[in-house]
């Protein structure tokens, strides 16, 4: 079955410590995103990227990196300059021609130990 | 600028009732996209339906339409005969101007009572 995978679906950060998110996908799609969650919100954009070894920075990018190596995978790494990094993380995917919807993992959780 | 907005933090409904969930939107664009999310606490994101700013007719899909307005700028999520599973967050989101992002509402928390 063709779908968006992310792992770990929990992860625990130290203190200075930066994390890497893993986000692949199976369904062929061009474009590639990553968002933020905090509890009760809606998503903040943190990156994006429509094709391999390109992206943009979305509205919260600052603390964030990514890379964009392969076509299937779009890892995120929090950073410790990322000071407030608790919050729930969801990779999403589309192709690229018009009108079709963002496909979404199922979510990782990141807290602060 | 382009913006989303959901006016009903959250619903309460009775089980097999009907539900509207509201959101408006402001853009310039012509064309845009308007699509509705349904988030279980789970944490899923599930696509439910999609309104294009040129359809002429509501969009539907099985329990699900969209009452697009577009003199209004509002784009309304109607659910027939509610199910205890439809209860969650329920997301509208529009297109940017490069129709690859999305722009997000806050979210509407819908619990459906037995």
Not at chain 1, 16 to 37: F, I, K, P
Not at chain 1, 40 to 57: A, H, T
Not at chain 1, 71 to 85: D, H, I, Y
Not at chain 2, 46 to 53: A, E, T, V
Request: net charge neutral; glycine share 8%; charged share 20%.
């Amino acid at each position: 079955d063709g779908g968006i995978t992310q792992s770990p679906k929990y992860l625990f950060r130290k203190e200075g410590q930066n994390v890497t998110l893993s986000c692949e996908q199976n369904l062929n799609h061009d474009a590639m995103y990553w968002y933020r969650q905090d509890p009760g919100q809606g998503l903040r954009l943190i990156y994006y990227s429509q094709i391999v070894n390109d992206f943009q920075k979305g509205d919260i990018a600052e603390g964030y990196s990514v890379s964009r190596e392969k076509k299937e995978s779009f890892p995120l790494t929090v950073t410790s300059a990322q000071k407030n990094p608790t919050a729930f993380y969801l990779c999403a995917s589309r192709p690229l021609w018009d009108n079709q919807p963002q496909h979404f993992g199922d979510g990782t959780r990141l807290s602060i130990l | 600028a382009q913006k989303i907005t959901q006016t009903q933090p959250g619903m309460f409904v009775q089980e097999k009732e009907a539900v509207t969930l509201d959101c408006t939107y402001d853009t310039s664009d012509q064309s845009y996209g308007l699509f509705w999310y349904k988030q279980p606490s789970s944490g899923e994101m599930i696509f439910l339906i999609y309104q294009g700013s040129y359809d002429e007719q509501n969009a539907t899909e099985g329990r699900y339409s969209l009452n697009f307005q577009k003199a209004r700028k509002s784009a309304n999520l109607v659910i027939s005969a509610s199910q205890l599973g439809d209860s969650a967050m329920y997301f509208c989101a529009m297109t940017m101007d490069s129709n690859y992002q999305l722009i997000w509402g806050a979210g509407t928390k819908l619990i459906i009572k037995p």
